[in-house]
């Protein structure tokens, strides 16, 4: 089990950038066992997949609405993973959440993670 925030969201006019860092702590074990991924929900919609990583950041997975957009990464060093989202659009605009998974792979599902950060708010507008 393991803690995580995220920070970074906030209100950005179309075609901006923001960067979403998701800090992890408290598993009782180094950060780098943990797949990570990111999913965004949008008032009304199911949680929705954005992007996942592995645990050493050497493979990843986009959905294809922000494929080329978005890029996730991470810092083990530092127990963060990231995404950088560029050329944001209105239909971007979600609450967007870490979730983690102690096994090397790229897990696409929400259901398959077993920790979730608290959300943070992303919205689109100008």
């Known amino acids: 089990q393991v803690q995580l925030v995220e920070s970074g969201g906030g209100l950005v006019q179309p075609g901006g950038s923001l960067r979403l860092s998701c800090a992890a702590s408290g598993s009782g074990h180094t950060f780098s066992i943990y797949s990570m991924a990111w999913f965004r929900q949008a008032p009304g919609k199911e949680r929705e997949f954005v992007s996942a990583i592995t645990t050493s950041g050497t493979a990843t997975s986009y959905a294809a609405s922000v494929r080329g957009r978005f890029t996730i990464s991470r810092d083990n060093a530092k127990n963060t993973v990231y995404l950088q989202m560029n050329s944001l659009k209105p239909e971007d605009t979600a609450v967007y959440y870490c979730?983690?998974?102690?096994?090397?792979?790229?897990?696409?599902?929400?259901?398959?993670?077993?920790?979730w950060g608290q959300g943070t708010q992303v919205t689109v507008s100008s």
């Open positions: 979730a983690a998974k102690n096994i090397n792979g790229l897990f696409i599902a929400a259901s398959q993670h077993d920790d």
